[in-house]
C-alpha cells in the first residue's frame, strides 16, 4: 500500500480438517496420513493397512498519501491422493478443497482493506461514522501481510507434494499456469479499463492529474506493457505510482513470489521433518523482517525503499513453514482448544497494536505507521491456530455468507479503488457532491455496498468464466 490520509499521524459451521500433507518423521518412510483413532476415516484407513496403496488420482482535490493492499485468491486444491497407512505419519484427517475459515478470513481482510480506503474519501462524514474503530481502520496496512503469509501456507498445503517430491519441468510449468489463470484476467480486465480512464483524464483532464500518486504511474507502452505483465513493481524501490490501480503493487509482487515457488517448496520439502519447534521459530522470524526494518531504519513503513520486498519475501516463506508446522500437529481436543484461545490472544494483541499505533505523538521514536509492523509476526500464528481450532471464531468464518466474500475477495480488492478514485473525482467536478455535502454522505455507504457489488458480478462473469477457461486440464 501506499501512504494516504488514514495513517496521516503517520503514521458451512463447525470445524474443517486439513489436508494431509505427505510428511513423515522418517525420510525413508513412504508418504502417508493417519487418520485420528476411532473416527470412520480411521477405522477405513486401519483396514487398508495391509493392502497396496491406490495409484494416487490426477489431481485538485488531493488525497492523501497513498495506501494499497491486495488479497491473496483463493486456492482451490484438487482432491488429494489416497495415503497408505503407516504409524510414522502424521495424524490428520483426509479432506478437500479450502479451509472454510480461511477462506472467511479473506473476507474479513478484503473489508479492512475497503474501510481503510474508503476513509480515503475526502469529508468528515466516514471519519464520525468509524470514529470508534479508527485505529483499526488506520491499522488496514496489515491487511496485505496477512494476504501474504495465507498464500504461502495455501500454497504449501496444496503443492508441497507434487513439487516438493516430485520437482519436474512439467509440474512447474502447470503450476504457473493455474496461478496465472487465477489472478491474471479479472487483474488485466480492472488494468485495463482504469487505464483507459486515466488515460481519459490525462488526455481531456486540465490539472495533469492521471490518479492520486506521487509520482503519476507510466502510461506509455512500456508502462502498459509492464501492467498487463504483472512486473511493474520489480526492480522498484517502492510503491507509489507503479500500479494504474494503486494497490495492485501487491499483485505483483504475488506474481513474483508464485514464479519462486517451484525453488523454494523443495527447500520445504526437505526440512519437512525438522523439529517442530525449529519450524514454528522459524515461521515467526521469517514474518519478522518488516517490523526489525522499522526499528533500524527513519526510511520504514510501507513506503520505505524495498520494504514491499521484505512484505513479500518473509510473508509468504513465513506460512510456507507455518503449514509444514501445522500439518504435523495431531488434531485432538486439547490441541483445538489451545488453537482457539490462541486465535483470540492474537485478535486481541493485534488491536492492541492498531491502537498504540494510533497513539503515537509526531514526536514518537516509532512513529505509528513503523508500529503496526509489530502485529506481523504474530500472524503465522493466528494462521496456523485457525487450520487447528474448533469453536465460535471458526464458525464465525465459516458461516456461508463469508464463505462467498471470501471466494470475491480478489474482485472486491480489484475493484474497489478504482470506484474511490472516480468518487472522488465526482466530487471535484460537481458541487452537488462537493464533501461534507448531503449528496457527498449518501455517497459513502454506496461506495462501500457497491464495490462488494461490482465485486460480486466481476467474480461471476469474469473471474470464474476465464479461470475455467485458462485453467490447465488434469
Known sequence: MGTLTALTTRSSRGSYPDVATGFTRLPTTPLAAVPAAG????????AL????????????????????TSPTPAVSVPAPPRPSATPDAPVLPLTRGDIPQLTGLRFVAAVWVLLLHASYVPGDVFARWTAPIAPLVAAGPLGVDLFFVLSGLVLTRAYLERLGRRPSARGTLRFVRARMARVWPLYAAVTVVFGLWCTARKVFGHDGVVTWQTPQP???????????TMTQLWGSRGIEGISF??????????????????????????????????????????????????????????TGAWAWALRIGGGFTSGMLTWLVVARIERTPQVELWAQRIVLAVIAETVLVAYWAASAPASAAIPAADRLWFAVPMFPL???????????????????????????????????????EITVVAMTRFPALAPNSSLAALAVPHVLAGSVLVAHLAYRWIEQPARRWCAPRS
Open 39 to 46: 473416527s470412520p476415516v480411521g477405522s477405513a484407513a486401519t
Open 49 to 68: 493397512a495391509s493392502a497396496p496403496a491406490p495409484a494416487a488420482a490426477p489431481t485538485v482535490l488531493p488525497l492523501p498519501r497513498t495506501r494499497g
Open 218 to 228: 507510466d502510461l506509455g507502452p512500456l508502462g502498459w506493457l509492464r501492467q498487463l
Open 245 to 302: 490501480v494503486l494497490p495492485a503493487w501487491s499483485v505483483s509482487a504475488e506474481w513474483l513470489a508464485y514464479l519462486a515457488f517451484p525453488l523454494l517448496v523443495l527447500g520445504a520439502w526437505r526440512i519437512r521433518n525438522w523439529p517442530l519447534s525449529v519450524l514454528g521459530a522459524l515461521a515467526v522470524l521469517t514474518a519478522s523482517p518488516i517490523a526489525l526494518g522499522s526499528l533500524m531504519s527513519a526510511d520504514s513503513g510501507e
Open 382 to 420: 493466528l494462521l496456523g491456530a485457525l487450520c487447528l481450532a474448533k469453536g465460535g471464531v471458526v464458525r464465525f468464518l465459516s458461516h456461508e455468507r463469508l464463505q462467498h466474500g471470501g471466494r470475491i475477495s480478489y474482485a472486491i480488492y480489484l475493484v474497489h479503488f478504482p470506484i474511490i
